[in-house]
């Protein structure tokens, strides 16, 4: 039987990479949605949601395990991802998708691309709506690789691969 912190981790993987498989891929499925009646899977709130779950994951699996194993790669990998998981998701506005309003905010960007422009000017603005579509695969890819990192480090140290935790800070197991 898996270990708890192995099956938040291995949820953490899957959790990721449909954040990153479901935003790529939602340009060419967001035409053919509606039809299907999946058109719910196009709203900002899908992304919100997926974010949060991959936070949760983050917390269960690697915060505890990080605590042991003190790897620099791995926080940062999770700092990245989380960053540009939680800026796609709730703070920039998202060209292929539907804002959708739950409970006043939640589902919401907390910026549309007229206060964008407003705050940034509106070269800068129209650059980071160019790379926007792009955050959230790379940050689901940055948890991807925290995740597994983060799993060999936890399995190395429980076969007793490491000697103290010292080895573990330098990813040297």
Request: hydrophobic residues 50%; charged residues 10%.
């Amino acid at each position: 039987m898996a270990r708890p912190n192995q099956s938040a981790d291995l949820l953490g993987i899957a959790c990721s990479a449909g954040c990153a498989v479901h935003c790529a891929a939602m340009p060419v499925v967001a035409t053919a949605a509606p039809s299907l009646g999946f058109a719910w899977l196009a709203g900002s709130l899908v992304h919100q949601v997926a974010a949060i779950m991959c936070g949760v994951f983050v917390y269960k699996a690697i915060v505890p395990a990080w605590r042991r194993h003190r790897d620099r790669v791995v926080i940062g990998c999770v700092a990245g991802g989380l960053v540009l998981l939680m800026l796609a998701a709730f703070v920039l506005p998202d060209p292929c998708c539907e804002p959708t309003s739950v409970f006043g905010w939640f589902g919401l960007p907390l910026l549309t691309v007229t206060q964008l422009q407003w705050l940034l000017g509106s070269g800068s603005a129209n650059v980071l709506l160019m790379v926007q579509p792009y955050l959230t695969p790379i940050g689901g890819i940055l948890l991807i690789v925290a995740h597994v990192m983060n799993l060999d480090l936890v399995r190395r140290e429980s076969r007793g691969m490491c000697k103290s935790t010292g080895c573990l800070q330098t990813s040297s197991c």
